[in-house]
């Protein structure tokens, strides 16, 4: 499965959501959306990402986090990754990231949520192979009109993103001297979700390619710093995509993540 076009505008929209409306289902056709991503989007061995629909109630039951209390979420995606691949991290953000914003250009709430849930009740819904790990999860709905007080430190009072400024966070060349396909990229990069909105990346642009780098050296949480960067990866490339840019992923080693090059 390709890269979908609704995907880059999901990006504006995407907002990380705990309250969602028990009594609206998904209807058929999301459901089958989100399945055919999770089957069809795996760009990388080692990760995937299955969607559950109709689960138990007790998945987000204690859920409590930064964002505070997952309430009445009628699904939820799983990430799952390969413990023993060295790059599984930036892997799993990536493809997570584009189930996300699938379910986002489908009117559905999400949010990335690492340790606040009932990982024994997940793992009793997936078979999960030798080396396989739940990494992360995400509910998924419709959210209620009602922000809470969590959501809205942490995404940025509802209609707006706090993101840090771009020229903290992109070395190399100036802003006149970048292509048009790199500066779309760094600015969908810099709206990609991280764990407690701390933005830990850095970009290096030349010519021909962006290197995503570890720039936030800080106190670690539970969601790896590479994984927030695997989702930052995505965005960028779908960034460089609407301006008919397209290119491939190198991995590498700490403290960068990996380099895109355009074709």
């Known amino acids: 499965m390709e890269i979908s076009p609704n995907w880059y505008p999901a990006i504006k929209v995407r907002r990380s959501r705990r309250s969602y409306n028990r009594n609206s289902a998904l209807d058929a056709e999301a459901c089958s959306r989100l399945h055919g991503v999770c089957r069809g989007f795996r760009p990388f061995s080692g990760v995937r990402v299955e969607f559950i629909d ?22 939820f995606l799983a990430f799952i990754g390969d413990t ?37 009740r997940v793992k009793s819904l997936i ?18 009109n009602k922000w809470s007080f969590g959501e809205n430190v942490y995404s940025g009072f509802g209609s707006n993103h706090q993101r840090k400024p771009l020229q903290t966070l992109v070395t190399g060349l100036s802003e006149a001297q970048r292509p048009n396909w790199a500066k779309a990229a760094v600015e969908a990069a810099r709206l990609a979700p991280s764990a407690i909105n701390r933005q830990p990346w850095g970009f290096l642009i030349d010519e021909r390619s962006i290197t995503v780098y570890i720039k936030d050296r800080g106190p670690e949480f539970t969601v790896a710093r590479r994984l927030d960067c695997g989702i930052a990866m995505l965005h960028i490339e779908l960034g460089a995509l609407s301006r008919g840019a397209t290119g491939n992923w190198n991995f590498l080693t700490h403290p960068q993540v990996a380099r895109f090059t355009v074709r």
Not at 95 to 113: P, Q
């Open 54 to 75: 109709a689960p138990p109630d007790d998945i987000f039951a204690n859920a409590v986090g930064f964002y505070g209390n997952i309430k009445g979420a009628p699904a």
């Open 84 to 120: 023993s691949d060295p790059n599984i991290q930036e892997k799993m953000g990536y493809t997570g990231e584009a189930a996300v914003l699938e379910a986002t250009s489908l009117g559905l709430g999400t949010c990335w949520v690492a340790l606040t849930y009932n990982a024994k």
């Open 127 to 144: 078979r999960l192979e030798k080396s396989e790990e739940i990494i992360c999860v995400s509910p998924v709905g419709y959210t209620t």
